[in-house]
């Protein structure tokens, strides 16, 4: 919401400062997001006279002008603009000088060898406008040498607000003004209110089909207008808070739309079709075309106001271009009404309109100012325009809204931490327009029309404290309830934090993507219709993901467009699998891909591409971290259907599957438009045991004083047999002496059966009594060959 500050003057009698104001409204709860002065930018920007202009002795089209820029004061000036004349007042800047347009830096010049002393400026060059066929011609009564920001009235500051969504009222300047009257920064200046006599009776009539979504709907002819440019005053004022001046008749709905939060719409009467206007629902495939220039399709449920052959408006979002008034207009329809405010949300949101009406019509209007606004926008029109007005067409009725709340003053205290005298609470609420009248030790608070927000008991204590000030409420710290803080976020939180460092040490970065992908994305990886969103945010983002893979693959892709092939991205977040309570099944999970090569070109090698091992070594490393031994997981060869089958697996602890990672099967990456090797892993965190809790620190590390030992052993196996299996027997055959087995080759072909591999593991040995003799070695080389033969029917080697 932005104003002037003269506009907020003409409703509050104040001397306070723009520092004082600005201070109180966000004290009182309008924070002030912004204060903009625009004579600021053209301080050094002063008033110029040209007392000669003589031609340049070097350039046909340039003069050279003696101009006066204050008393006994002239300076050179070589200027090229055709209108510079003797006796002209325009726009002087002064070496030093920031030109507004380029934002460059004023210095003195020689120009065809005349020295230049300042700069005579266009409109244009002062960002004042796009003529720039001419200097500025300014009034003749300007005085040279005072600054030009007053003369062209851009002295008034421009103050911005941001306003909560209850506050509705203080959409209009008016409202801004009670609150700060009420907070003791001035006094609210009376509005007057005369009605318009009726020159005429004969008006169109209104026939409201549902009143729920129009209860109220004033309507009037004006005949005989002249519609021109606005006065200085009103193109002024909406040129300062962003809107373009149109017209006499749009601006004068505009200004009420923003001075007393009183949307209005003019009809061109000569262009509405038949005596009648409906209010209704819009029948599914009418068309408007609106006056942004936009045509819409509009559907069932949608407040439209409608004549004889359409469409004519869209109640309290937009008029419609057929209807529209233009400079040949003469007769025109003034619309003044009130619309559903979940009926306007949902119809701008739905067509992706935004307006100044909506954005009020959708929080909620003062009932009782329909009348007020329409006298006072008719009497604006006759005197800028001219013309007769008819007599006041009315459709429905004002819909109820007084209402009696319970007031105790004692709850500003207790629920506020304040302590306000009663007394002051009072005055507070009459002010803000409460009426208050007072039943022993409570009040009864009637609320005005304007702040159907004030709903209870709380909402008044609220409207005290705001008044009073949230400043003045205390800094109270909270009671400890133990010497000793309890930690703020358990272990299972902790996890979260420690994935993101743990992957960004192993030389993935952090990508942050939506929850949401494109549908057709979606089903490649298995989710279901029931994660569809009904009100996606855009037609790209219409599913929950159901893995963050699908959402790194397409960063990865974006990133290989623009020259970035070999990427390592990970993601700490949420996905959805359909299940749960709530259909949507969400878990967080840690996922990261790694594409292109792990290892680039270099003398010592060949280029690596990257494989599965590499995103089975993030995943392994992400839950060792996390408190798993990996050597207590398996690998089950069923990862779900978008890796590489043979070239994945699914990572299990016991029955329970903790993460899966592998190589990106190559339909998926075709489909997403990625070229090359791509590896992926996820590590479902919330899967993932906490450690067990086993006495208050871990044993000291201990070493044995002998020496280890290693052994080869090559064992020939099935090729359906897992290396991890066998591994997993060997290290079986004694867990006091095996302290580690490493499979350290691979062979098939000549000499090893067809159907079979050969697999080659390194076992290291580690006495904790006494050296080994050779025939300890023996005897658990045995006990090794045995555990492999019976677990994975492997035999030596020959």
């Not at 026939?207 to 009103?234: H, M, Y």
């Not at 408007?288 to 399709?297: D, F, I, M, P, V």
């Amino acid at each position: 919401m932005k104003f002037t500050l003269n506009w907020l003057k003409d409703h509050l009698d104040t001397s306070a400062s723009l520092d004082e104001i600005a201070l109180t409204l966000t004290r009182i709860g309008l924070e002030v997001i912004g204060i903009e002065n625009p004579a600021e930018a053209l301080t050094p920007f002063v008033i110029g006279e040209i007392i000669t202009a003589e031609k340049h002795p070097n350039a046909d089209k340039l003069q050279v002008c003696q101009v006066k820029i204050g008393k006994d004061q002239l300076v050179e000036v070589v200027c090229g603009a055709p209108n510079a004349r003797p006796g002209l007042k325009t726009a002087f800047a002064a070496p030093g000088s920031v030109i507004p347009a380029s934002g460059e830096v004023l210095k003195i010049g020689a120009i065809r060898g005349v020295t230049s002393n300042g700069m005579l400026c266009s409109t244009r060059e002062l960002k004042l406008g796009e003529d720039h066929e001419g200097i500025m011609e300014l009034p003749a009564d300007a005085i040279p040498g005072a600054p030009i920001g007053p003369l062209l009235g851009l002295d008034d500051p421009v103050i911005e607000i941001n306003l909560t969504p209850n506050r509705a009222d203080c959409a209009g300047v008016r409202g801004v003004a009670r609150d700060l009257a009420a907070a003791g920064l001035g006094a609210l200046k009376p509005l007057s209110f005369e009605p318009v006599s009726p020159a005429f009776g004969g008006s169109l009539k209104v026939v409201i089909e549902d009143q729920t979504a129009c209860p109220l709907f004033l309507g009037r002819t004006v005949r005989g207008v002249k519609n021109g440019p606005s006065p200085k005053w009103l193109a002024d004022r909406l040129t300062a808070i962003g809107l373009n001046p149109r017209s006499a008749l749009v601006d004068v709905t505009n200004y009420f739309t923003f001075d007393r939060c009183r949307p209005l719409h003019v009809f061109d009467a000569a262009k509405v079709h038949g005596d009648t206007l409906t209010v209704r629902s819009a029948r599914t495939g009418e068309v408007l075309e609106a006056l942004n220039g936009k045509s819409y399709t509009l559907e069932a449920g949608m407040t439209v106001i409608a004549d004889s052959e359409g469409v004519d408006s869209l109640g309290g979002i937009m008029g419609g271009m057929a209807s529209g008034c233009t400079a040949e207009t003469s007769d025109i329809y003034i619309e003044c009404a009130l619309f559903d405010p979940r009926r306007t949300a949902e119809t701008g949101r739905a067509l992706q309109i935004s307006s100044d009406a909506r954005y009020r019509f959708e929080r909620g209007l003062d009932p009782q100012a329909v009348f007020e606004g329409m006298a006072a926008a008719t009497r604006m029109i006759l005197e800028l325009c001219g013309g007769e007005a008819s007599e006041i067409v009315v459709a429905g009725a004002v819909p109820e809204w007084k209402r009696t709340i319970a007031f105790r003053p004692s709850r500003v205290a207790s629920l506020g931490g304040v302590g306000v005298p009663p007394e002051r609470q009072r005055a507070i609420l009459t002010a803000l327009g409460c009426g208050v009248a007072i039943e022993g030790a409570s009040f009864a608070v009637n609320p005005p029309s304007w702040r159907a927000d004030i709903e209870g008991e709380a909402d008044l204590v609220e409207e005290v404290l705001r008044i009073e000030g949230y400043d003045r409420i205390p800094e109270t710290p909270l009671p400890r309830l133990r010497a000793i803080a309890r930690p703020a976020v358990d272990a299972a939180q902790r996890r979260v934090p420690w994935a993101k460092r743990l992957l960004a040490s192993r030389g993935l970065n952090e990508a942050v993507t939506w929850s949401f992908i494109d549908g057709k994305i979606a089903k490649l990886f298995g989710t279901t219709d029931s994660m569809t969103l009904l009100n996606p945010i855009s037609a790209d983002l219409s599913t929950m993901r159901p893995t963050i893979l699908a959402n790194l693959i397409q960063a990865a892709t974006r990133n290989a467009a623009r020259g970035y092939v070999d990427a390592a991205l990970f993601e700490v977040g949420p996905i959805f699998n359909g299940s749960g309570p709530e259909g949507a099944g969400q878990s967080t999970v840690a996922t990261g891909i790694r594409t292109g090569f792990a290892k680039g070109r270099h003398w010592t090698g060949k280029a690596k591409p990257v494989d599965p091992f590499d995103a089975k070594s993030d995943a392994l490393a992400l839950l060792s971290s996390l408190g798993v031994d990996p050597a207590k997981l398996t690998v089950d060869a069923n990862p779900p259907s978008w890796f590489h089958p043979g070239q994945a697996g699914l990572l299990k602890l016991g029955p329970i599957a903790l993460g899966t990672f592998g190589t990106i099967h190559p339909d998926i990456l075709d489909a997403i438009g990625l070229d090359g090797a791509c590896v992926g892993f996820t590590v479902d965190l919330g899967a993932v045991p906490m450690p067990r809790r086993k006495g208050t620190a871990r044993p000291a590390l201990s070493l044995s004083q002998f020496q280890p030992i290693t052994r080869d052993f090559a064992f020939v196996v099935a090729e359906t047999v897992p290396a991890e299996k066998l591994i997993r027997a060997v290290k079986g055959a004694d867990k006091a002496i095996i302290v580690d087995a490493r499979l350290f080759d691979l062979y098939t072909g000549p000499g090893v059966e067809a159907g079979m591999k050969s697999l080659a593991i390194e076992v290291t040995l580690q006495p904790a009594e006494r050296t080994f003799t050779d025939a300890d070695i023996e005897a658990v080389a045995a006990r090794i060959v045995a555990a492999a033969a019976k677990d994975t029917g492997a035999t030596l080697r020959g």
